[in-house]
Nanobody, 123 residues
């Protein structure tokens, strides 16, 4: 499966963005999808994930209450809605896929990665 992340941009503190991860292939519904982010000089970290069934979601503590991950299998797309953005959310955001996954927060469980999309939160 190939993944394409988009939706990043420049937003002010308190603003919102919706990231999209579009996948190629007819078996997208069999993949869990995770969002990770990497700020300059920092390790890539987990943001949110959704199981291949869509029935289970996980969020990093820093994103709980501020983000929602959803999937639309008819469009081969997973969305990450982020609200009340903070300067600490500035990073390159990556989506990744794990076949038949339950939405692991561990990046090494994901075998397919898209290119990143840059989110910049200005104060």
């Amino acid at each position: 499966v190939q993944l394409q992340a988009s939706g990043g941009g420049l937003v002010q503190v308190g603003g919102s963005l919706r990231l999209s991860c579009v996948a190629s292939g007819r078996t997208f519904s069999s993949y869990a999808v995770g969002w990770f982010r990497q700020a300059p000089g920092k390790e890539r970290e987990f943001v949110a994930s959704i199981s291949f069934t869509g029935g289970t979601t996980h969020y990093a503590d820093s994103m709980k209450g501020r983000s929602t991950i959803t999937r639309d299998n008819a469009k081969n797309t997973v969305y990450l809605q982020m609200n009340n953005l903070k300067p600490g959310d500035t990073a390159v955001y990556y989506c990744a896929a794990d076949q038949y996954g339950l939405g692991s927060p561990r990046r090494h469980d994901y075998h397919y990665w898209g290119q990143g999309t840059l989110v910049t939160v200005s104060s």
